[in-house]
């Protein structure tokens, strides 16, 4: 797990307001286990775990494996840590962003969470993933899928509904994370390589417009 | 630090986990840097078969420049890489997704770029001074020496780094050094106020790690720490991960500050000598000049570490620690002038006898702080009034941004700077910017021979003049470059009024009249050059002074040289984050920005 024997060290990070689940989120994710156990996270942490990436290029079916190294960043949602948890939203290449389906104030704060994201993450518009956990608790749930969906369209990010206590979802939306990663990755590559490489060929010019619209600075 | 981490509020449980983690990160990151490294090394290897295919224009024809298999029509066809257009076979190129091959190498070599997430890193260098990791060591270590005044801090940290203090060219970064440095680049920079020097960062790579600004320092010493640490740290600290060509080998990991802060530390403590000597008037010039040999003294000391060739520029060890002394005794004896540089507590640099260079960085810093102790009031004036301008400022910024932790950040970081500027140390903050970048080249040439030579302290003054000359000129086209943004904002105001707001412009005639102080300070460091040595180097830094100041441009200089009071100096700060941030546009667009105070200072 730790020798160097990876393609790419990726790196994520979890937020949210206290309490979401991010912790369980993370540990259900790296360790397949749920930890009812409601342990308050004292600033940051980190999980690590090793992944195997396929790329799907766009013409050819026939992906590429990466082997990916994910540093996962556990962050405290409460606000006592808040200086010390924005500080490292600039070492993640994504985020997933975590809400309790079950607390509408959670859902609510959302917005703070983007704007401090944008303001502290290496670029104004990182890769996000909108996370509603506790999906599992459909009794207590205060936010409805709607609502959730429309908040992610508006932030156009991808959006899942998951539960760390019976891991629905959590892989998906982590490797859609990753997804976006990878992709964006492949554009700030393919970008600048483009004037060396004569011939980018004609989907590498569609990727360059599309990190052109992302606003992808690199 | 950008935004100050306070960690004040952590207990020591929590503080000691952060700590914990914050270790297991930078591991990581050194795993990660081992890792690109020895990727590096794959593609390296690959090259002499490739350089026989390209050498030989026939041989490429028919056979893989890779494994020198010839081609055959259907079973082994040949295929041309995109990146360097030689030819390979199947077993030897990789396919595109987007149609087209790449032979191994620069398949590999594309897997570098991509594995070494430069544009992730890139981004993040152009947006933050370090990551947050690093950002925590510091703040934790600050914490962890708690009462350590300002000047306290100025005399710990050369003992601090008497030990790990690298040999020149030693590949820095082993094991040891990067324990200790996280603790001891802190120690030496640890005050939280940081001066973030905006104009260093945007675009270049090398800046990113700039941390030179945030340590900030006591307000003593802003500058010459500032300017020194630009070379450093960028290198070795943050840089690793995408090209460590520099020495530092696989061991050497991300965060390692470790060499260049040492060095500089060590060699930063003379400043605030050379400062606390100034307030004596027949000292004052000489002070300065003293500074810049100091300076010198520091870029001979700090190449070495950062190239690791020094051998190649110089004989090391017994020229260069010649130089070292050359440069560095004559700054000692300007501070110590006054107060013979007799008994230096022997604790003060324990291991000052482990390297002769060493030893000769330690002789000078003693008198250093030793002046420094009865200075010691001085910091706490500085203090004040940076407390005071720094309140200001953020009444101000408040005004212009958010009061989110978003663009806090950046206008606290710029917003420090203004409050230091303004204490005494305005001349050394200039030259040591100065003679880190340029002067290396000339202290590598003519290190050693220069602090004595004569010849050069005759002719410097006609030049030294020169070079101010052109600074000034510099300067007028900043300060016109910073009128016409304040008449834009006068504009948009009027604009504003025009539609019925009221606004309440403030100091902007302040902000202009003070400009013209930087002209006779800088003035007067050639004047007392020719009785004293120790003006030769520092006229040779006059000399490259020009370039510098040049290549930074003049959208990066405001915060730096702003010589006049706070206002223009805050003012330019805003300007500051405003061209940093210009390629994520993170603090948005002007009329944002503005459009806020306008809506606060509505009656």
């Keep these: 797990m730790t020798d160097g024997d990876y393609d790419y060290l990726i790196k994520l990070l979890a937020l949210g307001d206290s309490g979401v689940g991010k912790t369980t989120f993370l540990y259900r994710y790296t360790d397949n286990k749920f930890n009812p156990k409601f342990i308050t996270t004292v600033g940051i942490d980190f999980r690590e775990k090793r992944v195997v990436y396929n790329t799907q290029g766009p013409n050819e079916a026939s992906g590429k494996m990466f082997k990916v190294h994910l540093q996962l960043w556990d962050t405290a949602g409460q606000e006592r840590f808040r200086s010390l948890t924005t500080a490292f939203f600039r070492d993640a290449m994504g985020f997933l962003l975590m809400f309790d389906l079950t607390s509408q104030q959670s859902f609510l704060n959302v917005r703070n969470w983007m704007s401090q994201l944008q303001a502290n993450a290496y670029c104004e518009n990182p890769d996000i993933v909108l996370i509603g956990n506790k999906a599992d608790l459909p009794d207590q749930r205060e936010v409805s899928e709607r609502q959730a969906r429309e908040m992610a369209d508006k932030y156009s990010i991808p959006y899942f509904e998951t539960s760390a206590a019976t891991g629905q979802n959590v892989e998906k939306a982590v490797e859609t994370l990753l997804d976006l990663i990878m992709k964006r990755m492949e554009q700030c590559v393919e970008k600048t390589q483009v004037p060396d490489a004569v011939n980018g060929g004609s989907s590498g010019k569609l990727d360059g417009d599309k990190a052109a619209e992302k606003r992808c600075a690199c | ?603």
């Design chain 2, 1 to 603: 630090m950008g935004k100050k981490l306070d960690l004040s509020k952590l207990t020591d449980e929590e503080a000691q986990h952060v700590w914990e983690v914050v270790q297991r990160d930078l591991e990581l990151r050194r795993r990660e840097e081992e890792r690109l490294e020895e990727l590096k090394g794959r593609i390296k290897k690959g090259s002499p078969q490739r350089e026989l295919a390209s050498d030989g224009a026939h041989l490429s024809e028919t056979r893989c420049a890779h494994c020198l298999q010839p081609y055959r029509l259907l079973a082994a066809p040949r295929r041309q890489c995109l990146d360097c257009r030689l030819f390979a076979c199947p077993g030897c190129s990789h396919a595109r997704p987007g149609g087209g091959w790449l032979c191994h190498p620069c398949h590999l070599a594309r897997v570098l770029e991509r594995g070494s997430l430069e544009w992730f890193y890139g981004h993040v260098r152009a947006r933050f001074k370090r990551f947050g990791s690093a950002k925590v060591v510091r703040s934790l270590s600050a914490r962890q020496r708690p009462g350590a005044g300002p000047s306290d801090r100025v005399q710990s940290s050369p003992s601090a780094h008497g030990g790990p203090e690298p040999g020149p060219g030693d590949g820095s970064g082993d094991g040891e050094q990067r324990d200790t440095d996280g603790e001891l680049d802190p120690a030496a920079q640890a005050p939280p106020l940081s001066s973030k020097h905006p104009p260093c960062s945007p675009g270049a790579r090398g800046v990113w790690p700039c941390p030179s600004p945030d340590p900030a320092s006591p307000p003593a010493q802003p500058a010459p720490s500032r300017g020194k640490r630009l070379l450093p740290i960028h290198s070795r600290d943050f840089e690793a991960e995408a090209d460590s060509d520099d020495s530092a080998g696989p061991g050497s990991r991300p965060p390692s500050p470790s060499s260049a802060p040492e060095a500089l530390d060590s060699l930063q403590v003379p400043w605030p000598q050379a400062l606390t000597g100034e307030p004596r008037p027949e000292e004052a010039g000489a002070g300065g000049s003293g500074d810049h040999s100091h300076a010198e003294a520091q870029t001979d000391h700090l190449w070495p570490a950062r190239r690791g060739s020094p051998a190649e520029l110089c004989p090391p060890g017994a020229s260069r620690a010649a130089a070292l002394g050359a440069a560095a005794s004559p700054g000692a004896r300007v501070a110590g002038s006054g107060q013979p540089p007799a008994p230096h507590p022997a604790d003060e640099d324990p291991s000052d006898d482990e390297e002769s260079s060493r030893a000769l960085g330690a002789a000078s810093r003693r008198p250093a702080s030793e002046s420094q102790r009865p200075g010691a009031r001085e910091p706490t004036d500085a203090d004040a009034e940076e407390e005071t301008l720094k309140r200001k400022l953020e009444e101000l910024t408040g005004n212009v941004s958010d009061p989110g932790g978003s663009s806090g950040e950046e206008a606290e970081r710029e917003g420090a700077e203004p409050g230091r500027s303004t204490a005494l140390e305005r001349p050394p903050r200039t030259t040591p910017e100065v003679s880190t970048s340029v002067g290396q080249a000339h202290s590598w040439e003519e290190g050693p021979p220069r602090p004595q030579d004569p010849t050069q302290t005759t002719r410097t003054p006609n030049q030294a003049l020169s070079e101010l000359e052109g600074r000034v000129a510099l300067t007028a086209s900043e300060v016109q470059q910073a009128e016409s943004e304040v008449s834009d904002i006068e504009a948009r105001i009027a604009a504003l009024r025009a539609s019925g707001l009221t606004v309440r412009p403030w100091g902007k005639a302040r902000r202009r009249s003070k400009l013209p102080v930087l002209l006779p300070r800088p003035a007067r460091t050639p004047g007392p050059s020719p009785e004293h040595p120790p003006a030769g180097p520092a006229d040779q830094v006059k000399v490259t002074a020009a370039p510098r100041l040049l290549g930074r441009g003049l959208g990066n200089s405001p915060g730096g040289r702003g010589e006049d009071g706070q206002p223009f100096d805050r003012k330019s700060a805003y300007r500051g984050s405003l061209t940093q941030r210009s390629p994520d546009g993170r603090r948005g667009a002007a009329p944002r920005s503005f459009a806020k105070p306008v809506m606060i200072h509505q009656p």
